[in-house]
């Protein structure tokens, strides 16, 4: 296998009405045991995905938003939020799930996953990444 | 070049399909390499061969179907996209106890792993969609 690439799964639809957000989800999951160096960004209505207290049971779907809480054991620790996309709708971070990974060089102290950059940050770290998944 | 292609999006309700075919040709035809297109979401719907577009259509199924044969093009449909849409091959079809399979010439049927290990093969992914 060549050399580890800088993998971004951008993430901009809400979490239900396509199944973008959740099959973007089974590529990360999948693409884990490849053992690249991943990160997540959610802009625009994918910061909906990373929302708190999801209840789908109106919708009769799946609400798979637990598992972006083991994205950490799936050594998914960069997790990037739009500001922007953010203030546009009313939230803030603490709308948001509280991921977190285990850092290992840090005698697996537990850190918060997510980082709030602004649009100007983000559009450097897609810059800076071999591959963007856009979903 | 070696580019990797990922079309997200069925024929004929969406331009992306015909979008990435314009862009596979034109790659081919310029001496770029094109190591795999991978059809995921409703792009798996390029893959049945029970396509029957009306005559002065462009058949797009058919269209990958020969463009593959000629450029021994690697066209894969993604398992789990597929199963949930009804894109069948005979491995599934005996797997899922199915009464008959629907996969066009020239595509495969395999797991999400082919797109990253896609992604890290090619220098460049290019996708298709909204």
């Known amino acids: ?135 | 070049m070696k580019f990797v292609i990922q079309v997200n999006e069925g024929p004929y309700n969406h331009e992306a399909s015909t979008s990435a075919l314009n862009f596979v040709r034109a790659a081919l035809d310029a001496g770029h390499e094109v190591f795999r297109v991978f059809f995921y979401h409703d792009g798996v719907n390029n893959s049945t061969r029970y396509t029957t577009p009306p005559q002065d259509d462009l058949h797009i199924v058919n269209t990958w179907s020969e463009l593959a044969s000629k450029h021994d093009l690697d066209l894969v449909v993604c398992v789990a996209a597929a199963q949930r849409r009804g894109i069948v091959d005979e491995g599934e079809q005996e797997r899922n106890g199915k009464d008959g399979n629907n996969i066009a010439p020239g595509f495969r049927i395999s797991g999400l792993g082919q797109l990253v290990e896609g992604c890290i093969q090619a220098d460049r992914l290019m996708v298709f969609g909204d």
Do not use: H
């Not at chain 1, 209840?55 to 799946?62: V, W, Y």
């Not at chain 1, 009313?90 to 990974?101: H, I, M, Q, W």
């Not at chain 1, 005698?107 to 602004?118: F, H, P």
């Open chain 1, 1 to 135: 296998m060549s050399d580890i690439k800088n993998f971004l799964y951008l993430n901009r639809r809400a979490p239900y009405g396509t199944v973008y957000a959740w099959e973007s989800l089974e590529v990360v999951l999948i693409g884990a045991a490849f053992e690249q160096d991943v990160s997540l960004a959610f802009v625009d209505d994918g910061v909906y995905q990373i929302m708190k207290g999801q209840d789908t049971s109106g919708l009769g779907i799946k609400n798979f938003s637990p598992t972006y809480s083991a994205l950490g054991d799936y050594d998914v620790q960069k997790i990037y939020v739009e500001k922007e996309s953010l203030d546009a709708r009313g939230l803030t971070v603490e709308d948001l799930l509280d991921l977190k990974y285990e850092d290992e060089d840090d005698d697996w102290a537990e850190k918060d996953s997510i980082k709030v950059v602004s649009a100007e940050e983000l559009a450097k770290l897609m810059d800076e990444s071999d591959v963007v998944l856009s979903f």
